[in-house]
């Protein structure tokens, strides 16, 4: 499969080229030159398949031309080594709950089939890669942990001092080997510019292999996809696969971007909704037909504080370009920290499920704007322990467990490299390793 850039003024490439690239030269994202249908008869037994099942079939349109399907195989299975399950929280809501990873963030699917494919395209390659990746909370250990201890590969973790939660930070910031944390003094569209900066540097270019593990890669944006397939096998089989409404909680837009995909190939889906919180320049589009990209502010769903989200261009490329019919298929909502604070509140009160401050914005879009004989599934991306502080104080001391894994994280003892935001500082930086 080739793959060809948004801005389209470069060449197509391969899907390894597209994976070690991460951005194209033109700074466009990659898109894969064909979006197959998968055939009738997938949907029609798709009850009886496993979710690694699932994942195979969807991961062949994409990536079967380059991986031979029994290393595709080996690579799904080590990526899914734990279940998204749906879980109804009240009649017609149910939470697909994505956190059952080893850092308990959607992004683990990704990061962890990523790191697989790039270990196999680089085979007994001589020439070390390094990965980076500016995160906004939970990229950074997403994929800290999903490359963690990868022969050939080292990973540059960039993100913003003082905004991302102790938890966050102590799970890409304790790891060692070859993780490096970097604290840039600054907030997440630096580092995202700082990452993009890098590879638009001729002179790093030739000093260093460098690529990109945020969701613009193709590696960890397409397998995101999987779940929303999975999410529709678990509701056929409880009979609630009509009328099916995603509601994503967006940031950077990758996670929305691949359910547009998943439609693209037949998932049969009514619509979307995307949840932002008062980072709020796609909700602005979708009201507006207008796109202002603007620095991002702080929030308690810290993993969508962005300003100008990357994988906005591949929804423009999808629909080309065309905004009612972006409008037909998105519809968007925005919530204050208020409201997403009463959110958790009141899911917590009524239906006894603890929702984290991301997946809330996706359920109160779903409690305000589900039509009736729809069924609303919002994707829970994070485990609220992920978010103790803010989530602890709402449903009361002693309601929220935390998992063994993330305690283990906080027992580490956090290592990071200072920086500033300016990109020369950064340069130097790796122009030293
Ligand atoms: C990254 C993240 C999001 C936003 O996902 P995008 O693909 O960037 O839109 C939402 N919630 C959590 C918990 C995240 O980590």
Known sequence: MQFY???????????????????????????????????????????NLTFSETALAVAGKFFGDDVPADKLKTIIDQTLSFECPVHEVRPNISSLELFHGPTLAFKDVGARFMARLLEYFLGNNDKEVNVLVATSGDTGSAVANGFLGVPGIHVYVLYPKGKVSEIQEKQFTTLGQNITALEVDGNFDD???????????????????????????????????????????????????KNLVFSVPSGNFGNLTAGLFAKRMGLPV?????????????????????????????????????????????????YDHSWKNICADISGV????????????????????????????????????????????????????KFMTTVEPIVGKGNLSVPVRLAKFMAGEKVSVPLSKEFKDFKEFLNSH
């Open 270 to 318: 009514k619509r979307f909704i995307a949840a932002n919180n008062e980072n709020d320049v796609v909700y602005e589009y979708l009201q507006t037909g207008k796109y202002n990209p603007r620095p991002s502010v702080q929030t308690i769903a810290n993993a969508m504080d962005v300003g100008d989200p990357s994988n906005f261009a591949r929804i423009l490329d999808l």
């Open 5 to 47: 850039s948004t801005n389209k003024s470069v060449p197509n490439v391969s899907l390894k080229q597209a994976v070690l690239k991460g951005l194209a030269d033109d700074k466009g994202l990659y898109m894969p030159e064909r979006i197959e249908s998968m055939p009738s008869d997938f949907f029609d037994n798709i009850s």
């Open 191 to 241: 580092c995202q510019r700082l990452v993009k900066s890098s590879f638009m540097d001729k002179q790093l270019q030739s000093h260093m292999v460098l690529t990109s593990a945020n969701s613009i890669n193709v590696a960890r944006f397409l397998p995101q996809s999987f779940y929303y397939f999975d999410a529709y096998r678990q509701l056929k089989k409880a009979g609630l696969d």
């Open 334 to 385: 925005r919530y204050s920290d208020d409201e997403i604070r009463a959110t958790i509140k009141d899911v917590y009160s009524k239906d006894k499920y603890v929702l984290d401050p991301h997946g809330a914005t996706g359920c109160k879009a779903l409690i305000d704007g589900l039509n009736p004989g729809e069924t609303g599934v919002f994707l829970e991306t994070a485990h609220p322990a």
